[in-house]
């Protein structure tokens, strides 16, 4: 290989490495080797040293019942105690733990100790209302204070929480309440989004009415926008009334390790989204961990990790990770591009952020923003603080990249890209900021004590530099337990035959660097698209077309994006005539619209195209390897032989209107 094809490595400055918990790449192998060594001792010792434990764990790892392993199965810890009372018994109480920024820009900063007593609170109100143990309570909030005490003082009580994005219709939420059987429902009012209140309760209201509710018997709603919300008498209490005479002190429930912390719905290749379920003491670990090696968080750091807590990065990064290390984080209820597209970086240099974690897609649209508005540029603000960026959701293409290392980290700050997934709980595959040399769009090597591989259709390592399929060779403390209610379902997803039921299927394609042996992530190898970082199964958009009175059949496809990295694609035949000119625009708006209130606005197709029928074999499956070539505008090149109709393609060319 010549000079020119070898990627640039951007090396971490020699104060980086000095001061880093990983110092160097013989720190990253040892740490690599003493878990290959002796596996259950590096995650024992970690577990031991980073973790409270009410009751020391004696096992470390269980596969007795493999593949649903078990993690310090015999230890006892309570997660909020971690996050919250072990720091104010640190003498960290009067740290500042989160500094919220509201949409409008109004800034509210909680101490551990202020959050220890609003979490007690708002537990001993749960507590009043007979949650317990166990019980299963979905949260349905926007970017807010209250999310993060919500989710904490479930974590408290030991009840299991389960997070919907307060972006998803109400048919999402009912059908999440539905099948974890939750028995309390925590909402808002409402949100305020880009200088909008946009309401939250009566999308809320819509989901109980739906039937299939009936497990809710407490609804608390946090008032944030002061509009109108209908409140039950008996069942819908407001969140400050259910506080307001509740002590600041509660003592925590302690649980098993293997006490599920939380579900979270993710979307599969089936039409139906699975309730991943959470540990207790692997999670919590793990999220130490990674806030420790992969953000090398220092304790008087200003932390900041973009995502919704609707999503897994926003409970691991925003919920527990940054609380469990006494850090002080943002919690940012607005978005990017509000009040202007200088938001996050006015941000940055506003509260003196020295880590900061967000996703390729944001990256993009405010390269795009600062390209069109030179005062939206980052470099009108002084990001000097920044200490180490990171990336997350989606492979980062190398020139945004670039941009984001240049710009934003004044070429100074590594890209941690890191790798991983609802399922697994924290970072899989990711660079050390003192440690790894970085490759533009390359996630590069394990997380210590990860064992990651790219192996073929029968479970065998390819050689670097061949593409194959991404999996894990060990369980790791923070994975996913099971599916919430369908422990077939989490065997045939992530522990298929096809592999003997010994390797963890992630669902991504991954090549390794001949040279480096570096990972890049080549892309879902199911039929599940990463549209902005979000996770969307096509069946699921496929069940909600066919749901519309006029739709006949449908097919979903991803075609990359620019902006989005992926964007949907819909083929859609009607059950009346084929529409054309205006009234294909018409229909085209309606099935959006119909597709943002069944699923939600991120789910929404941005290209839909009529025909008669889809291409079909004759033995009548789509074709939608067709469908794909389609979709980015490309010429049919494969045989089309097999295909009962040809003449449909042409139909399904263009986009319609
Ligand atoms: C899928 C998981 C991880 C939290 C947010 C998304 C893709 C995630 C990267 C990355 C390339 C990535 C994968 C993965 N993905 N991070 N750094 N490089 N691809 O969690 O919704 O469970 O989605 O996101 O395809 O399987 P998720």
Known sequence: MSNEQQ?????????????????????????????EDDYEGYWARQARELVEWKKPFTQVLDESNAPFFKWFADGQLNVSYNCLDRNVNNGLGDKVALIFEADNGEVTRVTYKDLLARVCKFSNALRDMGVKKGDRVVIYLPMSIEGVVAMQACARIGATHSIVFGGFSAQALRDRINDAGAVALITSDGQFRGGKALPLKPIADEALGMGGCESIK????????????????????WFHEVCASQAETCEPEWVDAEHPLFLLYTSGSTGKPKGVQHSTGGYLLHAILTMKYTFDIKPNDVFWCTADIGWVTGHTYITYGPLACGATEIVFEGVPTYPDAGRFWKMIQDHKVNIFYTAPTAIRSLIK???NTPTVHPKNYNLSSLRILGSVGEPINPAAWEWYHENVGGGRCPIVDTFWQTETGGHMITPL???????????????????????????????????????????????????????ERFKKSYYPDDFKGQLYLAGDGAIRDKETGYFTITGRIDDVLNVSGHRMGTMEIESALVAHEKVAEAAV????????GEAIVAFV????ARPTGEDAKAMIKDLQNWVGHEIGPIAKPKDIRFGENLPKTRSGKIMRRLLRQLAKGEEITQDTSTLENPAILDQLKQPAG
């Not at 407490?218 to 209490?237: L, Y």
């Not at 790894?436 to 004590?449: A, D, E, K, R, Y």
């Not at 496809?557 to 989005?564: E, H, I, K, S, Y």
């Not at 035949?573 to 009346?576: A, D, I, P, Q, Y």
Request: charged share 20%; net charge neutral.
């Open 7 to 35: 990627p640039r490595l951007y090396y971490p400055s020699e104060e980086m490495v000095k001061n880093a918990a990983v110092s160097g790449m013989d720190a990253y192998r040892a740490l690599c080797k003493e878990a």
């Open 369 to 371: 923003a600062a390209e």
């Open 557 to 564: 496809v991803g075609r990359p994006d620019d902006l989005t």
């Open 573 to 576: 035949v009607l059950k009346g």
């Open 433 to 487: 900021p003192g440690a790894t040399p970085l490759v533009p769009g390359s996630c590069t090597l394990p997380f210590p004590g990860i064992i990651a591989a790219v192996v073929d259709e029968t479970g065998t390592e390819v050689p670097n530099g061949q593409g194959g399929i991404l999996v894990v060779k060990r369980p790791w403390p923070s994975m996913i337990r099971t599916i919430w209610g369908d422990p």
């Open 218 to 237: 407490n609804v608390v709603v946090v008032q944030r926008t002061g509009g109108a919300c209908t409140m039950v008498e008996g069942r819908d209490k």
